[in-house]
C-alpha cells in the first residue's frame, strides 16, 4: 500500500525557512515523479514544484529561486527547503506521489500524503 | 499558463440525485484532465483522469466526459459521502499543472 507522511510543518517568521520531509513507503521515490503541491487556507490547490526520477526539477513562478525539492534514496523521503518565506506562503503543503500519462511530462498524481501546515506570519 | 474555470461554486443537491459539474479551460487541453475530490481536512483523491478513465477504486457512479476546452463530472446519485469538494486538473500544457478554483457539491 502507498502512504506518503509529510512532518516539518509549523509557524515561521517572514524570511525565515523550513525544510519539509515527505516519508513513502510501498514504492520507491526515486522511481517516480513527485511534486509538492499546496493550499492556501480556504482556498484552492496550486502545484509548486515536481522532482523527476532522473533528478531533474521544476517550480512554479512563485517559489522559484526561494524553495528547494530534493530526495534521499536510503530513505525514501522526499524534501522541501523553503527559503525567504512570504506571508502568502502560508498553507497545506501535500506531496504527491506521479502516475505515467502520454506527455513525457505527467502531471497526474494519484496517492497524496496528509499534508502539513506552514503558516508565515510576524 | 492555462486558466481552468469550475462552475458552479457551489452546487445544492439531495442525495439520491445527479451532480453535473462543470470545468472549462483557457485553451485546449485535449483530454489531459483529471477531476479530484477533497473532504474537509483530508488530502484530493484521484477520481478521474484522461478526461473519462476512473481511477481504481473509484465507484461508477461517477463519470468524467469532453475534450479540448469543455468537460464535465457527473455523480449519477449522490450518496452521503460524496459531499465534498472537486477540483479539475489540467495536465497537459507545462509548467505549470494547473487547477480549477473548486465545486463545492453540499446536501440540499
Known amino acids: 500500500e502507498v502512504q506518503l507522511v509529510e512532518t516539518g510543518g509549523g509557524w515561521v517568521q517572514p524570511g525565515g525557512s523550513l525544510r519539509l520531509s515527505c516519508a513513502a513507503s510501498g514504492f520507491i521515490v526515486s522511481g517516480n515523479y513527485m511534486s509538492w503541491v499546496r493550499q492556501a487556507p480556504g482556498k484552492g490547490l496550486e502545484w509548486v514544484s515536481v522532482?523527476?526520477?532522473?533528478?531533474?526539477?521544476y517550480y512554479a513562478d512563485s517559489v522559484n529561486g526561494r524553495f528547494t525539492i530534493s530526495r534521499d534514496s536510503s530513505k525514501n523521503t522526499l524534501y522541501f527547503q523553503l527559503n525567504s518565506l512570504r506571508v502568502e506562503d502560508t498553507a497545506v503543503y501535500y506531496c504527491?506521489?506521479?502516475?505515467?500519462?502520454?506527455?513525457?511530462?505527467?502531471?497526474?498524481?494519484?496517492?497524496w500524503g496528509q499534508g502539513t501546515l506552514v503558516t508565515v506570519s510576524s | 499558463e492555462i486558466v481552468m474555470t469550475q462552475s458552479p461554486a457551489t452546487l445544492s443537491v439531495s442525495p439520491g440525485y445527479r451532480a453535473t459539474l462543470s470545468c472549462r479551460a483557457s485553451q485546449s487541453v485535449g483530454s489531459n484532465l483529471a477531476w479530484y475530490q477533497q473532504k474537509p481536512g483530508q488530502a484530493p483523491r484521484l477520481l478521474i483522469y484522461?478526461?473519462?478513465a476512473r481511477a481504481t477504486g473509484i465507484p461508477a457512479r461517477f463519470s468524467g466526459s469532453g475534450s479540448g476546452t469543455e468537460f464535465t463530472l457527473t455523480i449519477s446519485s449522490l450518496q452521503s459521502e460524496d459531499f465534498a469538494v472537486y477540483y479539475c486538473?489540467?495536465?497537459?500544457?507545462?509548467?505549470?499543472?494547473?487547477f480549477g478554483q473548486g465545486t463545492k457539491v453540499e446536501i440540499k
Open positions: 484522461d478526461a473519462s
Open positions: 504527491a506521489k506521479g502516475v505515467k500519462t502520454r506527455n513525457w511530462y505527467g502531471g497526474l498524481f494519484d496517492s
Open positions: 486538473q489540467q495536465y497537459n500544457n507545462w509548467p505549470p499543472w494547473t
Open positions: 522532482l523527476y526520477g532522473d533528478g531533474v526539477t
